[in-house]
Structure formats: structure tokens, C-alpha cells
């Protein structure tokens, strides 16, 4: 049986409030940062959440709004989330913060932790990334795949998964060649896979896009990908 419980931790004054689920298992297991979609945490980021601990993760889905600047409608959330997409460095510090909450976890097998982000998240995990964190690997589904501040050889220490969408209007293909560069320039390994018939959101199944074939499809890939 999954364990659940509230992590609270602070960040540049503000309050957050992550949630961490305990697989059964409680010896040295892998780790997992969850990062949520634009929305903020909430039921579906939880449900992915308890995807991965029933894999035997110990899983933080990070809070990274904070407890007072949860969105209630769309607007506040097009607002709270242009806050950390705008200021990337604003996004990998926050991202670090949530990560090292993790990593205090005493169960946790430091080798063996990843970042998993879903489009707002799915960007914020490959910042992550970016910053040298001891990661065994970022994976981004249908995230943002541009950034202000491009890596250099050396800078990005675990390979990367991104999962995107073609013709994304949330991350056009313009971006998608940006990553590549990027990643090539900075001899990173990485594996970018490009789903037509597809739209953004798609392994949400409180958004217009969800496709259930896709999300299994995709989690399948995600998992064995995590497992290597």
C-alpha cells in the first residue's frame, strides 16, 4: 500500500506544500521528482504520482506554486505559471529546492533518482537537468523544450527523455530543433520522440487532448526508459 503524506519546505519565503508517496517496499529504492502540469498540483499530478510509487519509487510531487498561490481557474494559472517560464532561473532554483527534499528522504538511493515533468513540469525537469543535479535521468512529455540559458559540454550530468507533440502549439517545432542544438552542442545523451496524431495534454485526463491509448503507450515507454 502507497503511504502519502505532506513534505512542507520553503523557498524564497514561500510556503510549499509537496506531497510524498512511500511505495511498499521500504528499503534503498529509486527516487522520483514530479512535476506538475501549468494547472498546479492537484489530483491528476497526484494520480501520476501513485502511478510510480506502485513501481516502487519513493515520488515528491513537487509543489512548485506554494500552498497560497495554488490557481483556481485557468487565468490565475496562465498568470502563476508565466512567473517560473519567464524566469528560468527562478525555475531551476525552485526545481533544485524540491529535489533536495527528495534527496533527504532517508530511503532514497541517491544513484538513483530522475525528474519527471508533464509540460510546465516537463520544462522544469529538464532545468533541473541543466543545473549538473546527480539525476539518473530527466524526462519531459510534452514540456517546454526551450530555455534562456543553453547548457555547455559538461553542464548536464544524465541523460534526457522529451516526448513531444508535433505541430504543439504550447511547444512549436522551432523549440523542438532549439533542444537539439542544444543537446548536440553540448554532446548530451538524449533520445527525443516525436508523436504525430497526438495533442498537447494527452496523458491528462482532465484536459481536451487526453488520449488513454496514448498515456499507456507513453508510460510504458517512460517506465522502461527509467528502468534501464
Known amino acids: 500500500m502507497v503511504d502519502q503524506r505532506i513534505i512542507d519546505h520553503i523557498h524564497l519565503d514561500t510556503e510549499l506544500e509537496s ?9 534503498s529504492v529509486s527516487g522520483s521528482v514530479l512535476i506538475h502540469e501549468y494547472t498546479g498540483l492537484n489530483e491528476v499530478i497526484i494520480g501520476h504520482a501513485q502511478r510510480l510509487a506502485a513501481k516502487g519509487y ?27 517560464r519567464n524566469d528560468r532561473l527562478l525555475m531551476r532554483e525552485r526545481a533544485i529546492v524540491c529535489f533536495d527534499v527528495l534527496r533527504a528522504q532517508p530511503q532514497i538511493d541517491l544513484s538513483r533518482i530522475h525528474a519527471l515533468g508533464f509540460s510546465f513540469g516537463g520544462g522544469a525537469a529538464l532545468e533541473l537537468a541543466r543545473t549538473g543535479s546527480e539525476l539518473q535521468g530527466a524526462v519531459s512529455v510534452y514540456g517546454y523544450l526551450d ?3 543553453p547548457v555547455t559540454g559538461g553542464d548536464i550530468k544524465c541523460p534526457l527523455l522529451a516526448i513531444h507533440v508535433n505541430n504543439d502549439p504550447v511547444v512549436p517545432e522551432e523549440h523542438a530543433r532549439m533542444f537539439e542544438a542544444e543537446m548536440h552542442a553540448a554532446e548530451v545523451e538524449y533520445e527525443l520522440i516525436q508523436l504525430d496524431n497526438a495533442r498537447h495534454g494527452f496523458a491528462n485526463p482532465k484536459d481536451d487532448g487526453f488520449d488513454a491509448q496514448l498515456a499507456e503507450d507513453m508510460w510504458a515507454r517512460v517506465l522502461a526508459w527509467m528502468e534501464k
Open 19 to 27: 506531497v510524498l508517496l512511500l511505495p511498499e517496499e521500504r528499503g
Open 58 to 84: 519513493v515520488v515528491l510531487a513537487a509543489d512548485f506554486y506554494g500552498l497560497h498561490n495554488r490557481p483556481s481557474t485557468i487565468d490565475e494559472a496562465r498568470t502563476t505559471h508565466r512567473i517560473y
Open 147 to 149: 530555455t534562456s540559458h
